[in-house]
């Protein structure tokens, strides 16, 4: 558990200004508060082990939440990282989610889920997915405004898609238990996937997989890493046995964070829940 500061400043609860980010990733939770006043993050916190799928675990989660305060901020955006999503043209009017997602995926989720819509504005398209209905009622019932978001939309906001990547890469960012793989091919959006892992194998497999999908080759086109991922892990050195170019994702991390960033986790561990306030 990685654990920041949160308790020394005095508007902490100034209510209509400060707003609370929560990264789902099935029974991890990566949070972060935002004060729009201070116009800086000054809360992370990367919360495991609540199973969200029982109702022990929902009690829990409401029960940190009271807790620690987090309710009395008016605002909660919520970042899911399931695998059941979909990508339409904003264009694309009247698009049905059974048309989007599989078949066999709605009719799972169709009692307990909602479908949810949102947009991906820096390549004008609608991301389709679903989200637990009762998780979505806990949080509806503490918070004033709740926003439904899925992760892909929050990696595609941020890319910075420069001239001198208009050859291709691929980003790969690390979530507890998945990965979400973007590949950019000739400045425009690819494949953008999500998988869920059980071994560095699965994670080999399907970053290869997304560079032969997208026409992009390992020796040239560079891999862009994010999330929980270390240049000194295991996983960083088996890449570099097939992939040549290895980057992180930079974030300017310094001029944001009201409290010292710890030295041993790099501005890339947070790319993705740091992105949600910006």
Known sequence: MITFDITSKEDKYQNKNNKLSLLISGDNFLFIVYSSILKKV???????????????????????????????????????????????????????????LDPITIKHYLDEYKVIQNPVSSFQLNCHFVFPEKLFDLFSNLFENVNLNHQITLLLNSLNISQDT???????????GNIQLISIKNNQLAIAKTYNLKSKDDMLYYILK?????????NINPLILSGR??????????????????????????????????????SHYFYDIYHSNQ
């Open 42 to 100: 000054y809360s992370l916190r990367d919360l495991s082990g609540i199973d969200i799928n029982s109702t022990s675990g929902i009690y829990e989660l409401k029960s940190f939440i009271k807790t620690n305060g987090y309710n009395e901020l008016n605002q909660l955006n919520i970042y899911t990282t399931t695998p059941e999503f979909g990508l339409t043209p904003m264009d694309f009017k009247d698009i049905n989610a059974n048309e989007v």
């Open 166 to 176: 208009t050859s291709g890469f691929v980003i790969c960012n690390f979530s507890p």
């Open 210 to 218: 997304m560079y032969h999908s997208s026409g992009l080759l390992p």
């Open 229 to 266: 991922i270390e240049k000194e892990s295991v996983i960083y050195s088996e890449l570099q046995n097939y992939i040549k170019h290895i980057n992180f994702a930079e974030i300017d991390i310094e001029n944001n964070f009201s409290t010292d960033f710890i030295d041993s986790f790099q």
